[in-house]
């Protein structure tokens, strides 16, 4: 739960059947609400599938909608030019225009902020949208960001082919986090991280990369995608930004492209602002999904978790199997860490297989029930060869550094039931 300032949606004034917008996120990023309880549906103390539920939903009173409405428009009226100059002047949060706000993404930034125990939160178009906008409200030209190695292959492709077009120079660090001292320049104004890694499953120490962070004065700033604030909260061990593919956990269904920023709310602020300018805003009918996915969040998490330790040691006994990947497994490298920072293991492992990538190729293309198909976090499972997905365009050395094999097969473990996975992978791999 939120143990920081907690913004609340304040309730929508209905004039005429349009919302006049009194809200938090319309204009100025965030506003921090007061800690009451209950029935304006926001309550500090709830659990986090309370939260995911009812927060930041005014949902008592008679013929209240139990579902979540869509503000299904792109633009607001004003109630007179003096409203309009007043938002001019910067002293109005009104919605005036979806690109900015809008009531139905607003309820999701709350949820998202609850959730993440942050002060604000930011939805956006993807989780390359939140990443980038994230990034580049952070850092300008002649600035340097200190990364892991170890990061979803998007967003170290923006790094490597963009950032150094912008002036912005990168440096990279292995996920134990090792020398990382020697990478600080009087430029460095951010550390940038991923845990647990994407397809490897490394885990970085929280602890310690927000301890560097605040040690330098830099902004840390985390990808939670693989996590979900329902097994790390990054935020309450310190960090600044947290960042998520919304596409996965958050929603779960494997329906919609979106991301989310929470963090500190002057951050967020500027995040907020960088949105706006690159255009990377949220559709209302995406938010709607995105809630009623969150609302699922802790169920659909425990049982993935249950699922992938099972998968997980049934491929560890696997002979054609050389090594699998999950930090809830004993052999793993990070378990204890995992043990530590994570209250479950999460639902993504990935596994080298003995016969290298034409053998990973045969697994992949026997698979019945695992869908061979990118992205993760749904209620399906799912296959994939990171070489050819998520790690595509990287060199030998860039994929040795990353740690992907060329038969590394990752894994995506969905809300089937487990024997049939488990029957499923023995088929395929026979
Ligand atoms: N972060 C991680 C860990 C991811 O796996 C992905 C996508 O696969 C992204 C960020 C990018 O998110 P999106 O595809 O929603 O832009």
């Not at 939120?2 to 919302?19: D, M, V």
């Not at 917008?21 to 204009?27: M, Y």
């Not at 080298?352 to 034409?358: A, R």
Request: charged share 20%.
């Amino acid at each position: 739960m939120a143990t920081t300032k907690i913004h609340q949606i304040a309730p929508h004034a209905k004039t005429n059947g349009t919302h006049r917008a009194s809200s938090s996120n319309s204009r100025n990023g965030s506003r921090n609400g007061s800690r009451k309880a209950s029935r304006n549906g926001s309550h500090t103390n709830w659990g986090p599938s309370t939260t995911a539920i009812h927060y930041g939903e005014k949902k008592h009173g008679v013929g209240t909608n139990v579902g979540t409405a869509i503000s299904r428009t792109s633009t607001f009226t004003f109630s007179d030019t003096a409203e309009m100059k007043r938002w001019a002047e910067g002293k109005s949060d009104a919605y005036i225009y979806t690109r900015y706000g809008n009531p139905t993404l607003t309820i999701a930034q709350d949820k998202i902020a609850a959730l993440e125990g942050a002060e604000a939160a930011m939805v956006t178009a993807s989780g390359m949208a939140a990443i980038s906008s994230a990034l580049l409200s952070v850092l300008s030209a002649g600035d340097e960001v200190i990364s892991t190695y170890q990061v979803y292959g998007g967003s170290y492709r923006l790094m490597r082919d963009m950032f150094p077009r912008l002036g912005i120079t990168v440096r990279h660090v292995e996920s134990d986090l090792e020398g990382i001292e020697d990478l600080l320049t009087p430029r460095t104004k951010a550390l940038y991280i991923e845990t647990p890694t994407n397809p490897t499953l490394r885990l970085v120490d929280l602890r310690k990369a927000v301890a560097f962070a605040k040690r330098h004065n830099l902004v840390s700033m985390i990808d939670n995608t693989f996590a979900s604030p329902a097994l790390q909260k990054p935020i309450e061990l310190g960090f600044d930004l947290v960042m998520h593919s919304a596409t996965k956990y958050l929603s779960g269904h494997s329906d919609i492209i979106a991301g989310a920023v929470a963090g500190r709310a002057d951050l967020i602020k500027k995040v907020r602002d960088c949105v706006i300018y690159l255009g990377g805003s949220m559709d209302p009918e995406t938010a709607f999904l995105l809630i009623r996915g969150m609302k699922t969040l802790g169920v659909r998490i425990e049982k993935q978790c249950d699922t992938a330790l099972k998968v997980a040691k049934f491929l560890e006994k696997h002979p054609k199997v050389a090594r699998v990947h999950y930090p809830g497994l004993k052999s793993h490298p990070d378990h204890k860490l995992a043990s530590q920072q994570m209250k479950n293991f999460g639902a993504m492992l990935a596994f080298d297989l003995k016969g290298g990538l034409p053998a990973a190729r045969r697994f992949c293309d026997r698979t019945r029930i695992f869908l061979l198909a990118v992205s993760l976090g749904g209620v399906e499972s799912l296959v994939v060869l990171p070489i050819y997905t998520s790690h595509y365009n990287m060199s030998l050395e860039e994929l040795r550094k990353a740690s992907v094999e060329p038969g590394t097969v990752r894994v995506s473990v969905g809300l089937e039931d487990p024997d049939d996975l488990i029957e499923d992978l023995r088929q395929a791999l026979a």
